[in-house]
């Protein structure tokens, strides 16, 4: 037996974020696989974009924040056999549900005007604003193609509560994906009474790396997956197979310097995931704004990776749809650590919400869009008593602020306090405000790049045209109904790339559609409507 080439199949996962930790507990859990027969090479750390670092005394940072909801089936099936980090007799799904009955969400000032909280109740919607965005919902796809959601609606509709609500929870912009809005909108139909409250949102007890991310990693170490980081996956080999179609046949890779090439035996399997919207990121510290991203070969390898097998063949769809424009898809997020919990205190009296029940806060006449979310403490396990947290960013990071004549990426942690102590009318204030708070900006070019406007074809499904032993996952591949920018996203991607290698494809449940609910439905028209 050539000891290259094992009997027992080998799975080599391209990647350390979500997609690929959820593929790997589908191996193993549906697939009967052996924890050491897997392989996860990733470039820089576990977790991807679901991340948190940071200690109380350098600052504490996470390049983004999510929520979840009932619509995450998958997600919570999944967790749902995953321990919890602080019990292993509780899951991480039960885990989050407690916490939710815990401390819901009930938003009192969901939106903020000249330091003044705006009555959200009213969606603000006039008769054509209905009719667009009920006309968006019944559209088919393949009719609106690439088209932009600014030539969807008139310009009155961009300043209705909705849309500011509705934008500033999701992330669009009014030059994303009109047929991505229309998948958000169809979705989360259920979201529509409960928009100015958000009760129905779900959040994890701590930052999505410790109670996602580490929880699952812990799961497949203890059955023997193998983790090796700091390797670059720089591109892959094909040999024709007898069939005509394309099996990877060599992984690529660099580590420290030093390039080498992975043999891949006609039994594995090879899971890719396909670029990444936190790639490039760079940060910056209360004093100095996050440097300029990275180019050239100091670019991390998730988009050249993709960018160089989309080259050599069409099945891998166009990266450049996503990554081409920086403009349109670059965000600035912030982490805030207060020491103490004067900034918490008054934000509660301000909004009449304790930390973390509050949701998100939008400031609507922020030139950047600024929102923000102040945790509940403990965001992060090892965060000390007394110690606050929250996160926040801005939609419109390429405008001047309004109090700091600065663009978000040249500005630093104290200058994008300043701002956001200001628009909440604390400008007296700001010297006790600052004083203990370290502010943590991270610029990062791809944040949004998932929603900008795409083509049939410009991204690939999770089994490419014309390959044998390959799966792409991800936000850039392609699932029918399914909306990018989500958990939920990703692992649907990992159970049909796991579920139609192992030739059961059928296995995978369609993804959530609101329009299967009528209740969801008729809740949502009549909130429209009011």
């Not at 696989?33 to 991807?48: K, S």
């Not at 009109?178 to 958000?198: H, I, K, V």
């Amino acid at each position: 037996m050539n000891s290259k080439h094992p009997a027992a199949p080998q799975a080599h996962l391209v990647g350390g974020g979500i997609a690929s930790l959820a593929a790997a507990v589908y191996l193993i859990r549906d697939g009967g696989w052996l924890g050491r027969d897997i392989r996860i090479l990733e470039e820089a750390t576990l977790g991807g974009s679901l991340d948190a670092s940071g200690s109380a005394a350098q600052g504490y940072s996470m390049r983004g924040s999510r929520m979840y909801g009932a619509a995450y089936v998958l997600m919570y099936e999944l967790l749902g056999r995953i321990p919890s980090l602080d019990d292993p007799d509780k899951s991480v799904t039960q885990d989050t549900l407690d916490f939710w009955t815990e401390s819901p969400w009930d938003a009192r000032a969901r939106l903020v005007e000249r330091g003044r909280v705006v009555d959200a109740a009213s969606f603000g919607l006039d008769d054509q604003g209905r009719v667009d965005l009920i006309g968006l919902m019944m559209r088919g796809e393949a009719e609106l193609g690439a088209r932009r959601i600014d030539e969807c609606f008139d310009a009155g509709f961009f300043a209705c509560h909705f849309w500011l609500m509705w934008s500033s929870m999701f992330g669009f912009e009014t030059w994303h994906s009109a047929a991505e809005l229309r998948r958000y909108l169809l979705r989360f139909l259920r979201l529509f009474p409960d928009l100015p409250t958000m009760r129905i949102v779900q959040s994890t007890r701590y930052n999505g790396g410790d109670s996602i991310v580490r929880p699952i990693v812990r799961w497949l170490e203890e059955r023997g997956v193998r983790f090796e980081t700091g390797v670059r996956v720089t591109d892959l080999d094909f040999e024709t197979v007898a069939d005509g179609r394309k099996a990877v046949r060599r992984i690529l890779t660099r580590r420290g310097g030093v390039d080498a090439a992975l043999e891949v035996a006609p039994q594995d399997v090879v899971i890719v995931t396909l670029g990444s919207m936190t790639a490039d990121s760079t940060q910056g510290t209360m004093e100095a704004p996050p440097p300029p991203p990275p180019t050239g070969e100091h670019r991390s390898g998730a988009w050249p990776l993709w960018e160089r097998l989309a080259a050599r063949d069409p099945a891998f769809g166009r990266p450049a749809a996503f990554c081409g424009d920086i403009g349109c898809t670059q965000w600035v997020t912030f982490t805030v650590t207060h020491a103490d919990d004067r900034f918490a205190r008054r934000m509660a009296t301000f909004s009449g919400n304790q930390p973390g029940q509050g949701g998100l806060v939008t400031l609507v006449d922020s030139s950047w869009r600024v929102t923000f979310h102040l945790f509940h403490p403990p965001a992060y396990p090892d965060q000390p008593p007394g110690t606050q947290v929250w996160w926040g960013y801005g939609l419109f990071a390429d405008r001047a602020g309004d109090f700091v004549r600065k663009t978000m990426p040249e500005c630093s942690g104290r200058e994008i306090l300043t701002e956001v102590f200001s628009h909440l009318g604390w400008q007296d204030d700001l010297p006790m405000l600052l004083e203990g708070a370290n502010c943590v900006p991270c610029r990062l070019p791809y944040t949004t790049s998932q929603f900008m406007p795409r083509a049939p074809g410009d991204r690939p499904p999770v089994i490419p045209p014309g390959t044998a032993n390959l799966a792409v996952v991800g936000q850039y591949c392609e699932i029918p109904d399914n909306v990018v920018y989500t958990v939920e996203y990703s692992i649907h991607a990992a159970a049909l790339a796991v579920a139609s290698l192992l030739g059961a494809p059928g296995a995978v449940p369609p993804a959530y559609r609101g329009l299967d609910h009528p209740h969801a439905l008729v809740g949502a028209i009549r909130r429209l409507l009011a």
